[in-house]
Every structure is written in C-alpha cells, then in structure tokens.
C-alpha cells in the first residue's frame, strides 16, 4: 500500500512537470510582482522569445498593448476570481499582433500566490471565417456588377446605332454632336467591359514564376519617375507552375502600380516568392503553393475600405475606378489561388498563392 502511494506520488509529479512542455496552449506563469518566472514551450514560440530572454521581467515589458493590465491582474491576486476573455488583440513592441483567447487564475506555487496566463491564438480560425465571408460579399457583389453592367451595355449598343443612322442624316456641324454621342457611347462600353472583367479564358502553361517577377521589376524600375527603391527577394528553389504569364503579369504590375501611387517619392517595393506549406485557398487545406509577395512601406490602406478592398468599385484614390484590384482577384481565382492584402501604416502586404499542380485536383 505504501509503494502504491509512493509510484503514485512519483507519476503525478511526472506528469504535473511534463504536460506544460507538451500543452498547445500557451502558458505564462506570473509572480505576485507580476514579472514573467516560467513560460512553455508552446508560450514561447507565441512570444518569439525563449524563457531565457524574458525570465523576470515585467508583464507590461513583454506586451507593448493588452487590455490585461496590471490592475486586473493584481485584483486577480487579491481575490483569487479567475477571468477569461475571448478575441483579445495583444500587440508586441516590435508591433506584431497576434488574436488570442486568455484565461486567467490565481495559483499557489510554494506558498506563495501566482498568476496562470493560458493563452490560445485564434488568428487562423479568425482569418479562415472572415476571409470566407469575404470570398461571399466578393462574389455577390461581382454577380451584382456584371448583372447591372449587361443592363447598361444593351441599351448603349441601341444609343449608339442610332446615333450612327442620324449621323447620315446630317449636316457637317451637326455631325459634331452625333459624334460626341458615340465617342462617350464607346467610352462608357469599354467602362462596362471593365466591369465584366476578363472574359477570356487564361492560357495555361508549365513555366517558372520568376519570368513574370523579374519583367515586373525591369519594367517597375524603368517607369519609375519617384525613384521609389525597388528590391526582390527571389526563391529558387520554387518549381515550374502552370499559368497564364499575361494575366499574372497583368495582376502583379496592377499592385506594384497601386503601391508606387501611394508611396511619396521615398519608400521601397519588394517583390519576393517563397515556396509556402500548409496554407489555406477558398476554405480548402494546401500542403504546398508558391507564394508572391508585393510589399512597401508606404502609409497603408485606409482602415475603412480594406475589407472592401477587392470589391468592383472601391478604391483609396479619387482618380481610380476601383476596378483594377477585382479584376486582379478574378484572373488569380482563374488560377486556383488566392488574393489577400494586410496593411498598417509602414508595410503593406498583397499576398498571391499559387499551388503547385499536385495541390488542384
């Protein structure tokens, strides 16, 4: 019977040391002066930082912004009354953000009380919900467009025949205006064919996505009249994809233009490919895709119409028709891949995913 409880003993301390390194989530154990005295693994890889690096230092030097004060954590101390919140935004110095679900208990450790901090991040089941909703309102809204532009383009064709026929009828300064009628007949006709979006299907073929960075980036730095710095970040070890070289040139010279209109004479673009495991395209799980990265450091998007961005119609200029950023969605959809944008002020990400062949059927 005493063995029992001594192998028992032995098996519970075991345990009770092994389960937090091996735990997901992430634990952070606080003391009552509430400076940092063990993290997990999991907790270390959350904080990029090894509990070397971080070993008694203070709470609020680790996290630049949480709404996990000091205040709510000494009053946790006090009344021993555990709290959780869910979908909390905590920002780092280096002004990373990570989305998380925190828990918070009181806990003895020698008798002295301390402070248990789990935290589960929650970023990807946030961007995989929101960027599914998103990919819904994005194709709503293309459905609506294109119904609407049909509607329009009907009755200009009819506009501009008529004003063809009339024109026979004409003196020669009354042709002006007939003129004038189907000179903005066609302008509008082309607006509307831009609403439609490409309508030609892509021609594929097996070739390496450098071909298309690289003449992007001469072509870049040739037109380059703010003398704005342009840097590539190339990864060899990307195999040959399938795709239309036009219209992914098309697409990334349409974001590398958007990012030189919003840069101010000085800044920097990089154009960077990497090979990317275990993403996810229109709610399917890709083991491996190439992935094209568009980045500057310009003053952002505008926090109002980023998660619009896509959409036919929006834009941050007052000189674009907002079409551009659609139709580069839709020739990347052509493709299997998808489209995503992250931004702050002073680095602006436009993401392209691309999978390999193996990763489409």
């Known amino acids: 019977m005493f063995r029992n409880a001594i192998n028992l003993n032995k098996i519970k301390k075991h345990y009770q040391q092994a389960l937090p390194n091996q735990m997901v989530t992430a634990v952070v154990v606080l003391d009552r002066e509430l400076a940092i005295c063990y993290v997990n693994p999991a907790a270390e890889a959350l904080l990029v930082k090894s509990l070397s690096k971080i070993y008694r230092l203070p709470i609020d030097q680790v996290f630049y912004n949480t709404p996990i004060n000091s205040k709510r954590l000494q009053q946790l101390l006090t009344t021993g009354q555990e709290f959780s919140d869910s979908d909390v935004t905590i920002e780092f110095f280096d002004q990373r953000q990570i989305t998380v679900e925190i828990t ?34 994005w194709e709503s809204a293309r459905d609506l467009i294109r119904g609407l532009a049909h509607e329009i383009k009907n009755p200009l064709g009819g506009l501009r025949g008529a004003a063809q026929l009339l024109d026979l009828e004409l003196n020669l300064e009354q042709k002006e205006y007939t003129a004038m009628i ?24 097996l070739q390496n996505i450098h071909i298309v960075i690289e003449k992007v980036f001469q072509l870049s730095k040739f037109d380059n009249p703010k003398h704005i710095t342009l840097a590539r970040d190339y990864d060899p070890s990307i195999p040959e994809l399938t795709f239309d070289q036009d219209k992914l040139q098309q697409t990334v010279i349409n974001i590398v233009h958007n990012a030189m209109q919003a840069l ?98």
């Open 264 to 361: 101010n004479g000085e800044g920097k673009i990089t154009l960077k490919t990497r090979a990317a495991s275990n993403k996810t395209i229109n709610g399917k799980r890709i083991k491996l895709c190439a992935e094209i990265s568009i980045i500057d450091n310009g003053p952002g998007i505008p926090e109002h119409i980023r998660s619009t961005l896509f959409y036919p119609m929006v834009s941050g200029s007052p000189s674009s028709t907002g079409l551009g950023l659609s139709i580069c969605q839709t020739i990347i959809h052509q493709h299997h891949g998808k489209l995503s944008c992250k931004s702050r002020p002073g680095h602006t990400e436009f993401t392209i995913l691309i999978p390999f062949e193996s990763e489409k059927n």
């Open 104 to 137: 918070a208990s009181s806990v003895t450790f020698e008798q002295c009380p301390h402070i248990l901090l789990e935290f589960k991040q929650i970023d990807q089941q946030k961007q995989i919900s929101a960027e599914a909703f998103q990919q819904q309102q």
């Open 182 to 205: 189907i000179e903005q007949a066609d302008r509008l006709t082309n607006l509307v064919d831009r609403l439609l979006g490409p309508n030609n299907r892509p021609l594929m073929k």
